[in-house]
């Protein structure tokens, strides 16, 4: 079984930046696609960003010119830029391996943007 960890979460002021990281126990083929989700209290899990192989991304609308989403093969990690935080960002952030029906879920990591 694949595990993912996540890293990078905490607590940042409106404005503020923060970079989450995701490794993987284990080596994943690259063809899977990489992302990152987020719930915030009260709401359903949504999607933050995802990176294709070759490259390609995709962003929510709410996250667009702010956020940047990064892979290394090499490491096996996945990566999500976050700038010019908002309080509504503030959720917990989960790293994603999907190919298919198959999906791999991280245990999350909470980002706080609060004054």
């Known amino acids: 079984q694949v595990q993912l960890a996540e890293s990078g979460g905490g607590l940042v002021q409106p404005g503020g930046s923060l970079r989450l990281s995701c490794s993987a126990s284990?080596?994943?083929?690259?063809?899977?696609?990489m992302g990152w989700y987020r719930q915030a209290p009260g709401k359903q899990r949504e999607l933050v960003a995802i990176?294709?192989?070759?490259?390609?991304?995709l962003y929510a609308d709410s996250v667009k010119g702010r956020f940047t989403i990064s892979r290394d093969n090499t490491k096996n990690t996945v990566y999500l830029q976050m700038n010019s935080l908002k309080p509504e960002d503030t959720a917990v952030y989960y790293c994603?391996?999907?190919?298919?029906?198959?999906?791999?879920w991280g245990q999350g990591t909470q980002v706080t943007v609060s004054s």
């Open positions: 990176i294709n192989n070759d490259g390609t991304t």
């Open positions: 994603n391996r999907n190919l298919g029906s198959v999906n791999y």
């Open positions: 284990r080596v994943i083929p690259t063809f899977f696609v």
